[in-house]
Each structure stands twice: as structure tokens, then as C-alpha cells.
């Protein structure tokens, strides 16, 4: 008889450190299995119901046979139509839906199956800094180099917030970013962007990708630009596409989903749109690794893009009004933080005499102390440090019952009264 058989990882996974959100996870499920009440504004999980039009269109399809078969791993072509229309009438980019257009399980799966498709051993991709992980560790996992970007001043990171200015310093990071397509060899065969940032919520204008764009063409790097958040936007501040450039679509593509923009996140609608070569990378790979997404949620992702948009406007003033009760409340107990222009997150830095602790052991305090659950900066890389993620994914009675929790905490006032659970599910 064999002894034991050892099996090992393959190396790739030692590259990939520890999760540190599963210290956080753990205590926050071991505080409700204790039957404490805990609002979770860590993760951003739509907290609302697919619009009900949507809803209907996939009871219908689901109901049909024939959408029960392998679909196409590219996606349907009346999506992939739908999608170039909609990238038309939206953003006045043009769009071929048979080579320029490949619909995904979500932007995360298409995001990582193009690191798999274009990058290797190596390679090299460049992120800014805080990432979003999946940015960076999708390209490790891929074999490549990865080098971080920071997104502002890494001498003052706080002193925009604490001026009570928390927009993206663009100058200064379109420097850095410059600097290291310069001095790196060989050059870097990738650039990712994310805007509206997750995590910091940080947004850019037109200009801001025409500069970029040039850089990129200049030096010869891909760009991939991560959508995600493009909807969710407030105080009449709106997304520009990169593919609006010209001659963005010969370097880049951008990834879009309808996780945020119509709360469908369950459902794992993605979209991969722009230059040729780089989609057909991510149709080729896709077809070896899965038949496509189901094409009942294909058929209702349709009914998505057609519909009257109206009821996207009204799911980015929920997560507007959201945030004004957050950032009202957290200034109004004294912690000074700005309001984001778009995201479902607010980017917040630690309060002063806190700091020393560090994000990691403060947002573990607050989960402890105020039942309240937040990410630690220090997750979304070294210049995350300091700072925290917070996700607008309660109502506003809850979140108003966080920052009364948080006050308790911070400021030594009588603890409050407990909210009662069942009005998280109330409308707000």
C-alpha cells in the first residue's frame, strides 16, 4: 500500500497573499451566529432587487426550452447588437458586434481570462494604486510582473481629504505614470484602469484618457479600463468612456457590467468592448474554458440595454442619498471625510488619533465595538494604508444607526439603541 501522497499547489499560488478581508469575514460571522446584530458596509453587494421588467423577461426566457442548450461563448449576437447600439447612442462610440464586442460571466471572469489571453511570463502590467486585487493578482496569476502606480502623492496621501478635497490629483499620477513607462525595460505591455476607483471612488475627465491614450500609444501598452461604476454617479458628474478617444480603440478595451448600473450582480452580465485584437484573445481563451452564460440571462440582459433608462438614474440617487446621510453623519461626529462623485463606496481617511493603529486592527475595533463592518485601506494595497472602504450598500436608516454606533465608539457617548433588523430591508 502507497504512503500518504503529498499534493502541492501549482507555484503560481504562492504569488497570492493571504486573503486579508477573512479576518474581518470570520469575526463578522461569528458576531451574527452570536445573534449581534452587525451592518456590513464592507462589501460592495448591491443590497436592492433586479428592476421587476428584467425580472419578468428572465422568468419568460427561463421558461423556454430552447434557452436551455449551450450557448455561445462569445455571447449572443443580439446581445453583442444590443451592446455596439447602446455604446452608440450612450457614448457615440462605434462598435462591431461580431469582433469588438464579447459578453462575459461578469467583468471580473472577462477582466481575468484576458490576463490569461495577453499577458505571461515576462510581461509586465502597470496598476494604480490602491487597486481593486482582482486588477493586480489576475495578471500574477497570468505569470506576469506587476508594478503599482500611486494614484496620489505618496508623501501626503491624506492631505486631499483633509482639506476637504477628495478628488484625484490627475496631474501629478499622469507624471508617475509617464515616468515608469520610461524607465521600465522592457516596457510594459499593460495598463489598467478603473474609473469611477474602486476602492477610493476617485473619478477623471475626457482629458484625463486623451492624455493617457497618447501615452500609451507613445510607449506601445494595452490598455484595459475596468466600468464597473460608470452609472453610479451623483451630483450631475457623468462617466466619459475611454473608447471616446480617438484612436483609443486601437490600445485599449473596456470592460462594463450590469452588477451596479441595474442591480443585477447575482447575475454575472459582463461586457468586453473595443480593439479587435484584444477581444478576440478573450473570445479565444473563453472558448476553451466555458459555452458561454446562459442564454436566458442573455435574453434578459437585452431587455436591460433596450429598456427606458430612467430606472438606472433612479438606482445611482438611491446610492447618492446614501451617501450624503454617510458623509453628513461621519463629519457631523468628527471625522472629516469628503463625498465621492460616483461608486458605492466612500474613501474615507482614518481618523488622526487612530492611525497608528493601522486599517487592519481599527476596522476589527469598529466590527467589534459598533458592529459595524468596513474594509481595511491596507486591503487594496501599501497606499491603501490609513485609509478605509465604505460601502453604501444599507438604507439610510442603517447607515444613520452605523454612524450613531461608530460615535459611541470614537467619542465615548451613551451606545445607542439598536435598530430593528427588519428595517434593512426597508426602501431607501
Known sequence: MRGKIKIEWARRMDRLPPYLFATINELRHKMRQANRDVI????????RPTPPHIVKKMIEAVSDGRNHRYSVSKGIFNLRRDVAIYYK???GVELNPNSEVVACIGSKEGI???????????DTALVPSPFFPIHVYTAIIA???VITVPMNDPRAPHA???KGDGSFHVDGFLGRLSMAMKQLHPTPKMLYLNFPHNPTAYVVEPDFYTEVVKLARKNGICIIQDFAYKDIVFDGYRSPSILAVPGAKDIAVEFFTLSKSYNMAGWRMGFCVGNEKMCSALAKIKGYYDYGHFQAVQIAAIVALRSPQEIVSEIAKIYERRRNVLIDGLNRIGWPCSPPKASMFAWVPMPRQYRKMGSMKFSLMLLEKSEVAVSPGKGFGDDGE??????LVENEQRIRQAVR?????????????PVKKSTRSASS
Open 40 to 47: 456590513d458596509l464592507a462589501m460592495g453587494n448591491p443590497d
Open 89 to 91: 447612442n450612450r457614448y
Open 112 to 122: 481575468s481570462h484576458m490576463a490569461l489571453a495577453m499577458l505571461g511570463p515576462g
Open 143 to 145: 505569470g506576469a510582473n
Open 160 to 162: 486631499a481629504h483633509e
Open 386 to 391: 490609513g485609509f478605509l472602504r465604505i460601502a
Open 405 to 417: 454606533q461608530i460615535d459611541h465608539v470614537l467619542n465615548l457617548r451613551p451606545k445607542p439603541e
